[in-house]
């Protein structure tokens, strides 16, 4: 049988509180006279506590002066690996599957001036119009580099995506394959001596750069010699950068200017 103190020990440690009443209740029955002893003094004793995956530790079990700590084995809050189940171990192990990319928006016009092709951007999405700001702008930049100012048409807008709907791949690489395939196409019905980039989409999708590349000419597989230039909104809105146009314009005009001018 466990002591009084063992008892009251083991109490404590499952966090029990034990109380007597300081008075004789009515009606109750009455008290083992061995409760109301004072309690015996703890003889100190060794206990050997179970510690996971190690030796037993040899672990004091109290001063005469001090309670009895009594370490009681908790269950380990992770899960072992035989008590998982095949479910769980199917989701583990699953694929994550990777976030489809939205296919890019955009509207390119292709146009011919003399001994250049310019993919220009649409901002609005719609073709030029006569009067519209940025086609006037476009016809300033070609007379400034000696080509005829009424650039040709060539086709319908290259708009993407293609489908609003469907399977179909419309992510960056297929706007790329496209757009270049359908400038290949233009070059095989007659060559240019230099294709105009005009705007961010017509740089990424057709000279496969970024706006790092705005001023540079570009030398692209299939499509030749290129140059890359900001959106004719964006010269609108920040006229300083038409400085540099023009610098880089003067060092590439002998491309598509006659020899003999």
Request: proline letters at 13%; glycine letters at 4%.
């Amino acid at each position: 049988m466990l002591t009084e103190s063992r008892r009251r020990a083991y109490l404590h440690a499952m966090q029990v509180v034990p109380w007597l009443p300081r008075t004789e209740l009515p009606f109750a029955a009455p008290s083992r006279p061995e409760l109301l002893l004072p309690l015996e003094p703890l003889v100190e004793e060794v206990a050997l506590v179970p510690v996971p995956q190690a030796a037993p530790v040899a672990v004091p079990v109290g001063k005469p002066s001090e309670r009895q700590k009594i370490e009681i084995p908790r269950p380990s809050a992770t899960p072992r690996a035989a008590s998982k189940s095949p479910e769980a171990t199917e989701e583990a192990v699953a694929p994550v599957k990777a976030v489809p990319v939205p296919p890019p928006r955009f509207a390119l016009q292709l146009l011919r001036a003399g001994r250049c092709l310019v993919l220009v951007e649409l901002a609005t999405g719609e073709p030029f119009q006569s009067r519209d700001p940025s086609y006037l702008l476009l016809k300033d930049m070609l007379r400034a580099a000696g080509l005829p100012d009424s650039p040709q048409i060539i086709g319908e807008p290259v708009r993407w995506p293609l489908l609003v709907r469907g399977n179909l791949d419309q992510g960056p690489e297929a706007a790329r394959d496209f757009v270049q395939g359908f400038i290949q196409a233009r070059l095989e019905e007659a060559p240019c001596a230099c294709l105009w980039l005009v705007g961010l989409p017509a740089v990424r999708f057709a000279g496969e750069a970024d706006e790092q590349a705005y001023y540079r000419e570009l030398p692209v597989e299939g499509l030749g010699h290129t140059w890359a230039l900001p959106g004719l909104e964006v010269l609108m809105d920040e006229p300083q950068r038409k400085a540099d146009v023009w610098k880089a314009m003067r060092r590439l005009m002998a491309r598509w200017k006659p020899s003999d001018e």
